[in-house]
């Protein structure tokens, strides 16, 4: 009897090794089909076959005809045809030449539209070398040995719905994307590797971002005067404030501090039990939003995530759900954690209550559940992985944990006819603030104070303050507020925002435009509203997920979506002059890094026109012949502040793929003295 031959198709090495190895109990094998490893083993009468394909396959693009940008008119390409290109033609290779001699095809990627459009575009180049394949989908959310066999005992068929809607995200960005960019980076003449990005999620996000940078610069700060004072009881000093807390004329606040006499009553004492509920479960949003919140970047958090998982140390990070379902085992899960030792006496803890009832998000969905820990616990990570590993451990523990029971207390005392406050927080019980210390809450109690008691004024103070314009936007917050607005997706947001970090449209964190993030973001709003705002964005993500609900066709929504565009364009025709002008002008400012320490001039980029190097210079030149030399690779921005130690403007530098750094470009400055004594002392 003739074994069969099955092939399982993953999305990455590292998920096709962990699979081989619980469905062959270790006992796979590992081939070598050119540079690629395939993990094999025999089972059942059955010969498996599995790797990985390093994520997407096939690629969305033009055919070469519509490669050049001076030539091809925008038009045309919004409406050009759409091929898939493969994006490593040996993996391509390989799909087919072991397509061709296999019986059964098991797609294994992960369960998403990205995930599943890999498995389908798999499939699809295997059945065109092996028409008479069986096709089966296993669909799973941990690799973790139970979800795993549990997959692969009830093979379901893959779901082509899922993966047209992740085709035509790719069409529609691909389009946008392409036609919007070449547009604007002409009307700029930004060619090459300087061409500017615009796309489809990407530009209502940056408006985002620089419509929060105008309501900050244009603010005006209105002056408000605190009357504060002292006071003394029973040994206790503490300071209470006016009740108006607020006062517009300073007339009236120094009148109120004048008419004040030595000695108060207490008036009201007030105290009321309250309640802080555990946290929902996590879902992608949420956990993004915490990591960010803990000094890991979105894009990094993500990352991170995912190498867990593909351990089998998490969950699958990409979901929306915010509810467990009752097919996991939380006790379980909770008990395999007293392994984990930050954790493990407070699971002890846990494991002695009675019941334990988890919290539920406002989110239920049947892709994959929260973002969990499995239960199998790393021996070690490195340290940005323990803290991604500890934030998500420390969540679920306090997803099953008690409230936290606390008392607010307010106390307000008559003073001469005047009323002032004072307010406390005592914790009573720390329910799952012990387990998860990420929300803070300071203890602060009021001295004992009664009705009737009588309080000595020791100092008063009239406090000159001005309104804050409101804060900068937070990688977590704006994460948040993408979701909200409908841009993106849980699988997207993160990268999105990386984006606009490697394009040089924003920096830091709180998020703050550059010059040029404002032209690029000013000139989208002005010329091509739409593409600036997120209801059009927010509008195509509705459909792409009726694609996947199988209420409506992929070609459908596509066609809908180039219909927009050429409006745009239409709008656009006669406006690339401006267009340009307004990108120019962000260009030249971003160039400026700040205040020569020597003249009061402009610091700026520039490049030497015999070497073709870049470095500082002023542009008082030739009078002030100051220069700072600056690294020849990553985009050069202002940081924004000065050195401390020496007055140079300092520099961020941004390469892809890596952390911004900021430098001092003063090669005798004294903190590189500094670091040179250290050096010489290690």
Request: glycine share 6%.
């Amino acid at each position: 009897m003739l074994m069969k031959k099955v092939l399982i198709v993953t999305e990455k090495n590292t998920s096709a090794k962990k699979i081989s190895e619980i469905l062959s109990n270790g006992k796979y094998k590992t081939e070598k089909k050119g540079s690629y490893p395939v993990y094999a083993w025999k089972e059942n009468n059955k010969i498996f076959r599995c790797f990985g394909v390093k994520g997407h396959i096939l690629k969305a693009d033009f055919p070469e005809s519509y490669s050049n940008w001076q030539k091809v008119d925008l038009k045309a390409l919004v409406n050009a045809e759409i091929e898939k290109k493969p994006i490593v033609r040996s993996i391509v290779s390989l799909i087919r030449s072991m397509a061709k001699d296999a019986d059964e095809l098991i797609v294994a990627t992960d369960f998403d539209r990205e995930g599943e459009l890999i498995g389908v575009d798999g499939l699809n180049l295997a059945l065109k070398a092996n028409p008479e394949l069986k096709f089966f989908r296993a669909r799973f959310s941990a690799l973790t040995p139970e979800e795993i066999k549990k997959a692969f005992s009830n093979l379901e068929s893959p779901y082509f719905d899922l993966a047209e809607a992740g085709e035509a995200r790719q069409d529609i960005d691909l389009v946008w994307g392409a036609t919007l960019t070449r547009y604007i980076s002409l009307a700029s003449r930004r060619y090459g590797k300087r061409f500017l990005s615009v796309g489809r999620v990407q530009s209502p996000t940056l408006s985002l971002i620089v419509n929060r940078e105008k309501e900050i610069r244009n603010f005006i700060p209105t002056p408000y005067y605190q009357v504060l004072i002292e006071l003394e009881f029973d040994g206790y000093s503490f300071k209470a404030l006016h009740k108006r807390e607020r006062f517009l004329e300073k007339q009236e606040a120094e009148a109120i501090l004048n008419k004040l006499g030595d000695s108060g009553k207490v008036v009201l004492v007030k105290k009321e039990r309250k309640r802080i509920f555990p946290p929902a479960p996590f879902n992608t949003t949420d956990f993004l939003s915490a990591a960010a919140a803990i000094g890991v970047n979105p894009s990094q958090a993500m990352q991170i995530a995912e190498n867990l998982y593909t351990q089998g140390f998490i969950s699958y990070p990409r979901t929306d759900n915010t509810v467990y379902p009752e097919s996991i085992n939380l006790l379980e899960v909770a008990s395999n954690l007293f392994n984990y030792q930050k954790v493990s006496e407070y699971v002890s803890m846990l494991l002695k209550k009675e019941k334990v009832t988890p919290t539920r998000g406002k989110k239920q969905t049947t892709d994959h559940p929260p973002i969990y820990p499995t239960g199998i616990v790393p021996e070690s990570l490195k340290p940005e992985e323990e803290k991604i590993y500890e934030l998500v451990a420390r969540r679920f523990l306090a997803t099953l944990s008690d409230p936290a029971d606390y008392e607010s207390q307010k106390a307000e005392i008559n003073i001469s006819g005047e009323t002032f406050f004072i307010r406390g927080f005592h914790l009573i019980k720390a329910g799952f603030l012990e387990i998860y210390p990420y929300k803070t809450h300071k203890e602060e109690e009021i001295p004992p104070l009664s009705e009737g008691s009588v309080v000595k004024v020791i100092g008063k103070e009239l406090l000159e303050k001005e309104t804050q314009p409101p804060a900068r936007y937070t990688q977590a917050r704006l994460i948040k507020l993408m979701e909200e607005l409908g841009l993106g997706t849980k699988a997207t947001r993160h990268q999105i925002i990386q984006n606009l970090y490697e394009r040089g449209y924003i920096t830091g964190n709180p998020v703050q435009p550059t010059e040029m993030g404002i032209a690029v973001a000013e000139t989208l709003q002005s010329h091509m509203e739409r593409i600036a705002t997120p209801q059009m964005t927010a509008e195509l993500e509705k459909e792409m997920d009726e694609i996947a609900e199988g209420k409506k066709e992929k070609e459908e929504v596509v066609t809908v979506s180039r219909k927009m565009l050429l409006g745009v364009l239409n709008e656009l025709e006669d406006k690339k002059e401006k267009v340009g002008d307004r990108i120019i002008k962000g260009a030249i400012s971003d160039q400026i890094i700040g205040m020569c320490p020597y003249c009061g001039g402009n610091i700026i980029v520039r490049k030497s026109a015999k070497t073709k190097k870049r470095f500082l210079g002023c542009s008082n030149y030739p009078e002030c012949k100051v220069t700072f030399p600056l690294p020849q690779k990553g985009a050069v921005y202002s940081e924004g502040r000065e050195c401390e130690y020496c007055g140079t403007p300092l520099v961020r530098i941004i390469n892809k793929g890596r952390r911004p750094w900021v430098i001092c470009p003063n090669m005798k400055c004294p903190s590189k003295e500094d670091i040179k004594t250290d050096a010489s002392k290690e």
